[in-house]
């Protein structure tokens, strides 16, 4: 059985991917210092025999006893709402965790993969966004603590594969949702579902006309797992070519939850992408992956899992 550390396992993506891995026979050790990940989000995880728990920040020296087989770095606060009440954590966790993550997966042979992100392109003037484009980020931006730090990790875990060996893979996520999102994600499908079915009203920043691309998390995690097991480095984009307006996909959210809620809109934050879609050519080519899930029926399946959470309260 492959022993997998998944660093970020208590979060959002993270939780999934254990899931999946424990799914198909894997060993799992989570590792996460639950600053925006959740214990609720891997409880009944608990009493499988192949998973383990370890609170730990990965900014901090990891270690890992026995063999490991593959180290994921999945660790980091990915919410614009984190970005500036925690940059200085985002920072470590993309540098220090980064590097600390690679020393073990270095110190047992492991195969690498990091979790990057479609940040990297920042308001991208290249429309829809290949592998080789090298993006247009604002360093010192408030998003930029966060761009800059997948930007590091990828140099750092390329500079690791080339100067190591290290066999690595990098995957660059795109704008994805489904359960287990914080109810206070700050990302815009967590917002308007969770604004949608408590009836107040939807928060739009700008005017709407943005466009992002948003991948339901099952099909995520299934292209994480085909450029696990593949055999391309990347980075390697994984994400829904579907691209919708913020507008379009308020609008959906109302239709799906059936909520009365009025839509408002304020000011755009900075540095707010103007568009965003992934190319996928790599993706098809050289995996033979690509999403199945659309949007209506992951809003409707994501809909479901807020409205259990908000009964809750």
Same mark, same amino acid.
């Given at each position: *059985?492959?022993?997998?550390?998944?660093?970020?396992?208590?979060?959002?993506?993270?939780?999934?991917?254990?899931? %999946?891995?424990? %799914?198909?026979?894997?060993?799992?050790?989570?590792?996460?210092?639950?600053?925006?990940?959740?214990?609720?989000?891997?409880?009944?995880?608990?009493?499988?025999?192949?998973?383990?728990?370890?609170?730990?920040?990965?900014?901090?020296?990891?270690?890992?006893?026995?063999?490991?087989?593959?180290? *994921?770095?999945?660790?980091?606060?990915?919410?614009?709402?984190?970005?500036?009440?925690?940059?200085?954590?985002?920072?470590?966790?993309?540098?220090?965790?980064?590097?600390?993550?690679?020393?073990?997966?270095?110190?047992?042979?492991?195969?690498?993969?990091?979790?990057?992100?479609?940040?990297?392109?920042?308001?991208?003037?290249?429309?829809?966004?290949? $592998?080789?484009?090298?993006?247009?980020?604002?360093?010192?931006?408030?998003?930029?603590?966060?761009?800059?730090?997948?930007?590091? %990790?990828?140099?750092?875990? *390329?500079?690791?594969?080339?100067?190591?060996?290290?066999?690595?893979?990098?995957?660059?996520?795109?704008?994805?949702?489904?359960?287990?999102?914080?109810?206070?994600?700050?990302?815009?499908?967590?917002?308007?579902?969770?604004? %949608?079915?408590?009836?107040?009203?939807?928060?739009?920043?700008?005017?709407?006309?943005?466009?992002?691309?948003?991948?339901?998390?099952?099909?995520?995690?299934?292209?994480?797992?085909?450029?696990?097991?593949?055999?391309?480095?990347?980075?390697?984009?994984?994400?829904?070519?579907? $691209?919708?307006?913020?507008?379009?996909?308020?609008? *959906?959210?109302?239709?799906?939850?059936?909520?009365?809620?009025?839509?408002?809109?304020?000011?755009?934050?900075?540095?707010?992408?103007?568009?965003?879609?992934?190319?996928?050519?790599?993706?098809?080519?050289?995996?033979?992956?690509?999403?199945?899930?659309?949007?209506?029926?992951?809003?409707?399946?994501?809909?479901?899992?807020?409205?259990?959470?908000?009964?809750?309260?």
């Amino acid at each position: *059985m492959p022993r997998v550390v998944v660093t970020g396992g208590a979060g959002f993506l993270g939780s999934h991917l254990c899931r %999946a891995l424990l %799914a198909r026979g894997d060993q799992v050790i989570a590792v996460d210092n639950l600053v925006t990940g959740s214990v609720a989000n891997i409880e009944e995880l608990f009493g499988h025999r192949g998973f383990t728990f370890v609170e730990h920040d990965v900014s901090q020296y990891v270690w890992v006893p026995g063999d490991v087989d593959t180290v *994921m770095h999945f660790a980091s606060p990915a919410s614009p709402a984190d970005f500036e009440r925690i940059p200085i954590q985002i920072l470590k966790v993309g540098s220090l965790g980064t590097h600390n993550t690679l020393g073990l997966a270095k110190a047992k042979g492991a195969r690498y993969f990091l979790a990057s992100t479609s940040e990297v392109y920042g308001d991208p003037q290249v429309h829809p966004q290949p $592998e080789s484009y090298w993006g247009h980020v604002n360093p010192i931006g408030p998003r930029g603590v966060y761009d800059e730090a997948k930007r590091f %990790a990828e140099a750092m875990t *390329m500079a690791y594969h080339r100067h190591h060996a290290l066999d690595v893979r990098i995957v660059r996520i795109f704008n994805t949702y489904g359960e287990r999102q914080r109810a206070d994600d700050g990302r815009a499908v967590s917002n308007f579902l969770v604004q %949608a079915l408590a009836g107040t009203p939807i928060t739009i920043f700008g005017d709407g006309s943005q466009t992002r691309s948003f991948c339901y998390v099952d099909d995520e995690v299934r292209g994480f797992l085909a450029l696990l097991d593949g055999d391309i480095t990347g980075p390697c984009n994984i994400g829904n070519p579907g $691209e919708y307006t913020i507008l379009q996909l308020a609008e *959906m959210v109302l239709e799906v939850t059936g909520s009365q809620s009025e839509l408002v809109f304020e000011p755009l934050p900075v540095d707010d992408p103007t568009q965003r879609q992934p190319d996928l050519t790599l993706a098809r080519s050289a995996l033979g992956w690509e999403p199945e899930i659309p949007l209506r029926t992951g809003l409707e399946r994501t809909a479901e899992y807020f409205r259990r959470l908000l009964e809750r309260f």
